[in-house]
């Protein structure tokens, strides 16, 4: 009995070892890189067209996604035949890394010029207040009868 566990012990670790170095890189899947890589022809991701080029992307994905090809190594490929403009994001280097920071600066200073307004806005002062108590535009004849007729009504 424990011969026969040991067998099969023996025998699994065998075949699992060729499986493993098979694909030492991490798998990659065509699911994946269709959302990754553009269509030369209709312009949107892979994942969104059916044209006879996008077809054919997908096959040169899967063939090399069967080869453990890493995500990397695939679009390098693709890049050295249709060019940079394959891949849906641009690059992180050079002047393809505007693409990245142009908008991130855009909001930044939309939110800068935001909060300086606001600032400028809570810091208005509010319209000067007279120095005595509000007058009752009354001239001051009249103003002593009226508290003359109010007295006698206390």
């Known amino acids: ?28 899947s065509l699911g994946y890189l269709q959302g990754q890589v553009m269509c030369p ?6 994942d969104m067209s059916d ?17 453990c090809w890493t995500a990397k190594q695939i679009e390098s490929a693709l890049v050295a035949h249709y060019g940079q403009q394959i891949l849906a994001a641009p690059s992180h280097k050079g002047f393809d890394l505007l ?7 855009g909001v930044l ?6 909060a ?8 208005r002062k509010e319209p ?3 120095d005595g108590p ?17 007295a006698r009504f206390d």
């Open 109 to 114: 200073a939309g939110a800068l010029v935001l």
């Open 41 to 46: 022809t209709c312009h949107t991701t892979l």
């Open 128 to 130: 000067e207040e007279p």
């Open 99 to 105: 693409a990245w920071w142009l908008p991130i600066a």
């Open 1 to 28: 009995m424990i011969v026969r566990f040991l067998a099969v012990v023996a025998a699994s670790l065998v075949l699992a070892a060729p499986a493993t170095a098979a694909c030492a890189h991490p798998r990659t």
């Open 134 to 150: 509000p007058g009752s535009g009354l001239d001051e004849e009249t103003e002593r009868r009226l508290d003359d007729l109010l």
């Open 51 to 67: 044209s006879q080029a996008a077809q054919q992307i997908k096959g040169f994905i899967a063939k090399k996604v069967a080869a």
């Open 116 to 123: 300086v307004g606001v600032w400028r806005w809570s810091r």
